[in-house]
């Protein structure tokens, strides 16, 4: 965290957002991946911290305003768990969206979901097939009698079984341009797959949902003229997925780093052979960098309040990067580790199953390409 | 040097593999979440085909293509069909008596050997052994703990790497037959809990005062250990032959992981654009040329056993070059289908976690890249 020039207000989020990840998230995180669900005191921590709930003051909440300050409390509190910290910022950005792009017919839901820390909401965004999180075949159509239709296919969908709405990104049908409409869970055509089991992310109780849905009116978020501060809110949620690979990542390799030094092999410690120490160098190298770009990209958001196809782009290779630098940080960890990283003794693990499910939800092999190691 | 296999070995791989895919990969999910094999795993291997007699290949290529064709099914069935590999330490180091005594029920009667090995305070170092030897009248005294003891807890007998002289360091250790139930060999973890192989037993053992019969450390002959026994040097050469073999079992692994993707992707080739689909059927052919650089690599190894020639090197290359890049392979075909492929409806999330292991156990990716390494530059390395 050094390396970042943070505000006071900044300094003192990460502070607490360490804290609570060490010593609230990171010990529930095997419990709350065996439960699929973060345990009701983590969440209630969570939740009167502010730290996942990003919706400000001037729209009726109390969280954090701004993605540079959000990104910073993500990686901190994924130090300690990823999957609760996934869980826990996806019901949040269901209610900044409301609260940012929704009508008066949304407040009740925001407030519910400010208030109450047994609501859930979640951003249905992703739709795999390469599309990553900047592309959407799911259509929104208002029809000639006013009412709202909406038809795609979701994945990794937070909460698909419990989440009272989903907020649902995609396009308009005649003119492309990006829209949200809110749905309730058990609206008529909704249809919810949860994945059950996964390799990680328990917490975050994922699922896969379609689409074929007649709404009323007031369920559109936003106009089409602010399609693009809904890009830029889109923007957001994707670079929090890279903001918590980050934070999973540097845990990772500082844990294994102090593996390194303590264990001893051929007559000193491993940390003094360079086959050992160089991967984890440049994985804080990479991690780096991946920690730098998303800050920018941040700091881009907070600045302008119109999105641009040009950022959107950004935001793709920055997500892309850094999800995929988290999976190689984490394996070089298990790595280090030997068989000590293989057994569920230690946590790295976790982090490994981790980073790689984050890995797989914004994608585009357009922009990541299948390279062998050797 | 180019390897070519017989039809016969070919045809034998074929139905190995289809056997594997109807008979063994239907339990994977089940081994995994029980930690265990299947209750009925012996009827199920019972079904197998049979290796024909006259297979020309030889004995460690045959082997290491078996690896493969059964991994592709899944890997429990790897581990059900092997007897664990305690029974290459008493062939390396054993004499005529206790070869018969300990290796041919391996081969006649089906017993399954533990080997003992890894401590909690090493593993990759083999000269660390902390475990002691005493010699006591006519028993050797056994004192220390094992972790990651293949079939320790089930074993007919576990071979016990000690030192019989810690102030000797690797040129001490030694190698012993605990057989089964012997006092003092307590298992204090039947199967430890991994993040993949859950079903591959692996013990956690204590020994305390554990003490066995001086004819049970291996070599043992005229009523002493001849001083120039290596044990470590046994340990290490009978990882070393089985290292291709695990290359192979990774790459049967991510073979199946590869052709499920294209399989799935292919169904839905209308979601993706031209442009995309263009660069994902070249990232699979591109999965599938790695794999075939690392069965060349395998079977080459394999070659020069068959005819003698143990070449350490040749193996750490094959152990070294398949693992990693499977990984790597079969994280991209979850990335291709995207966050459902996480979930345990399929298999690779599986896969993910059994492919880990084999770049780690039975000597690292590091470990291999040294004795690579040491092999250009010498000891410098």
Redesign the interface.
């Known amino acids: 965290m050094t390396i970042l020039d943070l505000s006071d207000e900044q300094r003192a989020v990460a502070e607490l957002a360490r804290e609570i990840g060490m010593e609230v998230l990171s010990d529930s995180a095997r419990a709350a991946e065996a439960r699929g669900a973060v345990p009701d005191t983590v969440w209630q921590t969570l939740f009167d911290s502010g730290l996942t709930m990003p919706v400000p003051e001037e729209l009726g909440g109390s969280g954090i305003g701004d993605a540079s300050t959000l990104l910073v409390a993500l990686e901190n509190l994924a130090y300690g768990d990823a999957g609760i910290t996934l869980a826990a910022v996806s019901s949040g950005t269901a209610a900044l969206l409301l609260a940012r792009h929704g009508t008066g017919a949304h407040d009740d839901t925001v407030k519910r979901l400010l208030t109450n820390p047994h609501a859930r909401s979640a951003v249905a965004l992703?739709e795999?097939?390469?599309r990553g999180g900047a592309e959407f075949?799911t259509t929104i159509a208002v029809t000639d009698n006013g009412l709202v239709r909406l038809s795609g296919h979701k994945?990794?969908v937070p909460f698909a079984d419990s989440a009272e709405a989903f907020v649902v990104v995609g396009v308009d049908a005649t003119t492309a341009i990006p829209r949200a409409v809110v749905v309730p869970r058990k609206s008529s055509g909704v249809n919810v797959r949860p994945?059950?089991?996964?390799?990680?992310?328990g917490a975050a109780a994922?699922g896969?949902a379609d689409f074929d849905v007649t709404l009323p009116a007031d369920s559109l978020l936003g106009t089409v003229e602010d399609s693009d501060t809904l890009l830029n809110s889109v923007s957001l949620l994707r670079l929090a997925v890279a903001a918590i690979a980050v934070g999973t990542a540097q845990r990772s390799i500082e844990y294994a780093a102090h593996y390194a030094t303590e264990r001893?092999?051929?007559g000193r410690p491993i940390a003094t052979?360079q086959?050992?120490s160089f991967p984890l160098a440049e994985a804080q190298m990479r991690i780096d960098a991946a920690r730098l770009e998303c800050a920018e990209l941040a700091a881009a958001l907070d600045t302008s309040h119109t999105g641009s196809i040009d950022l959107v782009g950004k935001v793709s290779a920055a997500v892309a990067y850094a999800t995929q630098v988290a999976?190689e940080a984490t394996?070089t960890a298990?790595?280090t580790l030997?068989?000590?990283?293989?057994?569920?003794?230690h946590p790295v693990?976790l982090w490994?199953?981790s980073a790689?499910?984050l890995?797989?939800?914004d994608?585009?092999?357009?922009l990541?390409?299948?390279?062998?190691?050797? | 040097m180019t390897v070519s296999l017989s039809k016969e070995l070919l045809d034998y791989a074929e139905a190995l593999k289809d056997w594997s895919i109807k008979q063994c990969r239907p339990h994977a999910r089940e081994v995994d979440r029980s930690h265990a094999l299947p209750t009925d795993w012996r009827e199920i291997m019972a079904t197998a085909p049979l290796l024909p007699d006259s297979l020309p290949d030889g004995h460690w290529v045959t082997k290491l293509v078996t690896y493969e064709a059964i991994g592709y099914g899944d890997m429990w069935a790897l581990y059900a069909m092997n007897n664990g590999i305690g029974q290459l330490v008493v062939k390396a180091l054993g004499t005529p008596e206790q070869v018969k005594r300990w290796n041919d029920p391996v081969e006649q009667n089906g017993w399954v050997t533990g080997f003992a090995l890894t401590e909690p305070g090493f593993g990759s170092d083999t000269s660390m052994v902390a475990t002691t030897a005493v010699r006591d009248g006519d028993s050797w005294v056994i004192n220390g703990a094992k972790i990651y003891c293949s079939y320790g807890a089930v074993a007919d007998y576990v071979v016990v790497f000690a030192t019989i002289d810690p102030a000797l360091r690797g040129k001490g250790i030694r190698a012993f037959v605990v057989e089964k139930d012997n006092p003092g060999m307590v298992v204090t973890k039947a199967n430890e809990h991994k993040l993949g192989i859950r079903g591959w037993p692996t013990t956690a053992l204590a020994f305390d005062d554990c003490r066995i019969p001086v004819g049970n450390a291996l070599g043992w002959s005229n009523g002493e250990l001849p001083a120039n026994l290596r044990g470590q040097a046994a340990a290490l050469e009978s990882l070393s032959v089985n290292r291709p073999n695990l290359s192979g079992a990774a790459i049967g692994i991510a073979q199946a992981a590869i052709d499920m993707t294209a399989d799935i992707l292919a169904d839905r080739k209308s979601d993706f654009s031209a442009h995309r689909w263009s660069l994902i059927s070249d990232e699979l052919a591109a999965m599938n040329f790695t794999l075939d650089r690392g069965r060349r690599a395998a079977l080459v190894a394999q070659r020069l056993l068959d005819r003698g020639q143990t070449d350490r090197v040749a193996a750490a290359t094959a152990k070294a070059f398949a693992p990693e890049n499977c990984e790597r392979i079969v994280l991209r075909c979850m990335q291709l289908l995207g966050p459902e492929a996480t979930s345990e409806e399929l298999l690779l999330e599986k896969w993910y976690r059994d492919l880990k292991i084999f770049d780690i156990f039975e000597g690292s990716g590091e470990i291999q890249r040294l004795i690579v390494a040491r092999s250009l530059v010498g000891k410098d390395a």
Do not use: C, K, M
Not at chain 1, 339 to 345: F, M, N, T
Not at chain 1, 363 to 366: E, K, R, Y
């Open positions: 992703y795999a097939h390469g075949a994945v990794a994945y059950g089991p996964t390799l990680a992310l994922w896969s001893v092999a051929f052979f086959g050992v999976v394996r298990v790595q030997g068989g000590h990283g293989y057994i569920v003794e693990e490994y199953r790689t499910s890995s797989t939800v994608n585009d092999p357009s990541s390409a299948y390279q062998p190691v050797l």
